[in-house]
């Protein structure tokens, strides 16, 4: 059964500390997407990849947030310094043609 | 620009009824449209996707979903609630192959 996966699944950590997210898209996908979910703003989106290219990071802080895919199964979300304010869940999904399948998340929390 | 419009952020209805939880698009170009549904604590799963083809889309758990062109809607809907539908819903547009843009979702509440 393929599946997004990623790690960690949770992590607390303090502020000012750096944060590194991984996620393995389902094997032959070629289209990433970084998420992000919080109560009040619902779910954002920060990065996005197609064939490991950046295509649209917008939505995503630069001064502090970097996403990269080094290889084809593998994707990361990079946040330093972190602060309590990025505090969320964050979300990859992977697609090959219409539809974009889930991860499990990725449960932040900045003290 | 693409945008998605959840009308309620919280729907109840009691079990065994109608539900029907509304969303409206805006595209510039023919859309692909979606329904995903998120547990508590867990990621988002495909209920059911329009891609061009019949209007009227099946999903998994018995929802289903109309796509109405002149309304720029994709409502979702399900005959009988039940219990395990609690869950929160989110509709999605997808401008062809482009990125997907979601909308704020919809918390469904099972009445017993």
């Known amino acids: 059964d393929a599946r997004v996966t990623q790690t960690p699944r949770h992590k607390v950590t303090e502020m000012g500390q750096e944060v590194t997210m991984r996620c393995q898209p389902i094997l032959g996908h070629n289209t990433v997407f970084w998420y992000r979910q919080t109560m009040m703003q619902g779910l954002e989106l920060l990065a996005y990849f197609r064939n490991r290219a950046p295509l649209d990071d917008s939505g995503m802080p630069k001064d502090r947030f970097s996403a990269e895919m080094p290889d084809a199964t593998l994707a990361t979300l990079k946040i330093q310094p972190s602060e309590p304010r990025d505090s969320a869940v964050y979300f990859c999904?992977?697609?090959?043609?219409?539809?974009?399948?889930f991860g499990e998340g990725s449960w932040l929390t900045v003290v | 620009a693409q945008s998605v419009t959840q009308l309620g952020s919280h729907v109840s209805v009691s079990e065994g009824a109608l539900v029907l939880l509304r969303c409206n698009y805006s595209s510039s170009v023919p859309p692909y449209l979606f329904w995903y549904v998120q547990y508590p604590n867990q990621g988002l799963q495909l209920l059911l996707k329009y891609t061009s083809a019949a209007t009227l889309v099946k999903g998994i758990n018995g929802f289903e979903a109309e796509f109405k062109k002149s309304e720029t809607s994709f409502h979702l809907t399900k005959p009988s609630a039940h219990m395990s539908d609690a869950a929160e819903y989110f509709c999605a547009v997808r401008p062809r192959d482009d990125k997907i843009i979601f909308g704020k979702g919809t918390r469904l509440h099972i009445l017993p």
């Open positions: 999904a992977s697609g090959a043609g219409f539809t974009i399948y």
